[in-house]
Structures are given as structure tokens and as C-alpha cells.
């Protein structure tokens, strides 16, 4: 599950899911953009893309399911060497 491609899908999610609370909470905290209460909105942003990342850990349909050899192979992009058994 935590390959290259899965964190690069849930980190993309977790930034637009940022960015769409960001936007939304500008106008719901202030008319005018000197009154903006930066601290909610940017607090609130934050827990939008704290909560992506932890629903991201249900899994991804951005992230394919890799095959064993796509795993392998992500392993050791990583740097990571975890071979796999024969017909793992």
C-alpha cells in the first residue's frame, strides 16, 4: 500500500483537498479580505488535509494495486530490498 505512486496519489489528494477548504472558508470567515480570520482558515484547511491523508490509508483509487513485480520494482526505487519469493 505505501508504495512511490500510493504516496504521491494521497500527498495530491491531502494538497487539492488543502486548497478546496482554503477557497471555501475565505468568504465564510470575512466580507472583506483585511477581516479574514486567517487562523481558522488556515487551521481548518489543515485538518481537511489531515483527514485526507487518514481516509487515503482506506485506500486510493488514484494508486493502482501494484503487481508483484510493480511492488518489486517500486521497492527498489525506494531503496527499499524486499525480494519476493517466486510466484508471490
Known amino acids: ?10 500527498l495530491t489528494r ?3 483537498t488543502f486548497g478546496q477548504v482554503f477557497a471555501a472558508l475565505l468568504p465564510v470567515t470575512a ?3 483585511g ?7 488556515l487551521s481548518g484547511a489543515a485538518l481537511a488535509a489531515v483527514a485526507s491523508l ?4 482506506a485506500g486510493l483509487p488514484e494508486a ?3 503487481t508483484p513485480l510493480e511492488r518489486e ?3 527498489q526505487a525506494w531503496g527499499n530490498d ?3 519469493p517466486p510466484y508471490a
Request: net charge positive.
Open 14 to 16: 491531502a494538497l487539492r
Open 73 to 75: 520494482a517500486d521497492a
Open 64 to 66: 493502482p494495486t501494484l
Open 82 to 84: 524486499t525480494s519476493l
Open 1 to 10: 500500500m505505501f508504495t512511490r505512486t500510493w504516496l504521491v496519489a494521497a
Open 35 to 41: 477581516g479574514v480570520n486567517w487562523a481558522v482558515v
Open 54 to 57: 487518514a481516509t487515503s490509508l
Open 31 to 33: 466580507v472583506t479580505l
